[in-house]
Structure formats: C-alpha cells, structure tokens
C-alpha cells in the first residue's frame, strides 16, 4: 500500500527540538517543523535569546515552546529528554543547529578560545547526539539533522574577505567538517536502530553584508544570490519526515551551487 506524498512530509504528532533555533537558520527550521505540525522545543543558553522567536512564532498559532540549554553539559542535555518526554513524549526529530564562535580574531587568536571552541561545539555536538540518539533507538527510531556548512566541505577563499571585516575562524570548518563525518559514523551505527542521521550544508544566509564582500561571495555562487529564510525550510522538513525514509548519513548542501565549483 503506498502513502499519500502529503502524509509522507506530514509532521503531525511529532516532538523536535532545535538547539539554536532563535538563530538566523535555526529559525527558519524551527519554523518549518512547526508549520508541519510538530511540537517544537526552541533550546537556547538564555531566554532573552528564544523567548522573542517563541512570541513571533506563537502569533501564527504554532506549537513552540522555549527551553534553556548548555548543549555541552551532558546533565542538562539528559534532563531535558527526560523532561520533555514527561510533558509530551520522547523527541523523535533534533535539530543541531547551535554554535558558539569564540574566536573573534580569528587566525591570530588565544589557543584558549580554540578551546572554547571545542569544549562548546565538538563536546556539544558529542553530548547531544548520544543523547538523543539512544533515546530514539529506545522509542524506535527518529532523525537528527546536524547543521554543518559549505565550510565543511571546502575550504573558505581569503580572496573574498580582502578590505572588509567578515571573514571565517579557523575553528568552523575545523567544527563542521568533524560533524559531518561524526554524523556519518552516527548515521552507521545507528541505522539498524532506525535513528537517521544526516547533515545540511547551507551556505551564506544574506544578512546586509557589506560591500566587497558581498559581490565576490556571489561570483562564486552559480545561482548569484545568498540563501535566505524560506530556503532552509523545505529541506528541514524533508530530512525530519517520512519522505526521507531511506535516507541517512547524506550531506546536503543549501549553497546555491557554491560548492560545484
């Protein structure tokens, strides 16, 4: 018997959590879940940071509930599964879309905010990735979806950055290239589990980003654009659905063809 295309992307019943979600892609993701019927947990360090997101998104009658989280603290990250499980059900669907970027100086920056940097997003990403995961082995199965980037698949061009002040860490594709294969070997280990696990590649979400950078970015885009808000959604909700069902430990980049090239 085959499933209507509509049931296959519907999220109704479903439980998601978005570490990062009041963020510029953690948004839209976040939005995106909700709209396709999921009950959406927006997991931030802070309030000041998810609450505004959760107002926004409950003025359109969405499911959304606010949480704090330190995605690197291994007690809080239990917790939390175990609360949200009391109060709705177990999560079926993680979003990891949180990052710390400590390091401001970039290339001639403090070993100690490398440091920082992998305390929060290396150890976060191992903490809630293990977390969730056994926890969706243990219900029957679910979805994480792992936000790496362009720069975890090639390397950023210093060309591009020349005569402004935006430029890349050393440390983020450090951080995303090390997910995408983590989730690689997560998507291994735990297929048999029925967890999927899978990564988007998004390349640069516009911003006002000021003049040079803005123009040589998009000669190296063949789409000659920046990504914007709507364009994380269709893939968010394809990754976390039964549309994707037999798909697990792919990347897929959202880059408007940057990466071709």
Not at 7 to 21: E, H, Q, Y
Not at 202 to 222: A, D, H, I, T, W
Request: with cysteine; hydrophobic share 40%; glycine share 8%.
């Amino acid at each position: 018997m085959t499933t209507h295309i509509r049931d296959l992307f519907s999220l109704t019943g479903k439980c998601a959590v978005v570490i990062g979600g009041a963020g510029k892609i953690g948004l839209p993701m976040a939005e995106s879940l909700a709209q396709s019927g999921a009950r959406v947990y927006i997991a931030s360090r802070h309030a000041t940071l998810f609450q505004p997101v959760v107002d926004k998104l409950r003025e359109q009658s969405l499911d959304v509930v606010g949480v704090e989280l330190d995605q690197s603290n291994e007690p809080m990250v239990l917790s939390l599964i175990e609360s949200i499980t009391r109060e709705f059900k177990t999560p079926d669907i993680l979003v990891n879309c949180g990052v710390e970027r400590p390091m401001k100086l970039f290339f001639e920056d403090s070993v100690e905010a490398w440091d920082r940097s992998m305390a929060v997003n290396a150890r976060g990403l191992f903490v809630t990735c293990r977390a969730f995961a056994k926890a969706m082995a243990a219900q029957g199965g679910g979805t994480i979806i792992n936000v790496a980037s362009i720069y975890g698949i090639s390397a950023p061009d210093p060309s591009i950055y020349e005569g402004s002040d935006v430029g890349t860490e050393p440390d983020y594709p450090y951080t995303k290239g090390g997910m995408i294969m983590f989730s690689k070997y997560l998507a291994s280990y735990f297929a048999e589990r029925r967890v999927r696990v899978n990564c988007v590649a998004p390349g640069g979400l516009f911003n006002n980003q000021p003049e040079p950078f803005m123009s040589r970015y998009l000669r190296k885009v063949p789409m000659r654009r920046m990504a914007h808000h709507d364009d994380l959604k269709g893939v968010t909700v394809f990754l976390a659905s039964r549309a994707s069902e037999y798909i697990t430990g792919a990347v897929i980049p959202v880059d408007g063809g940057f990466t071709l090239l």
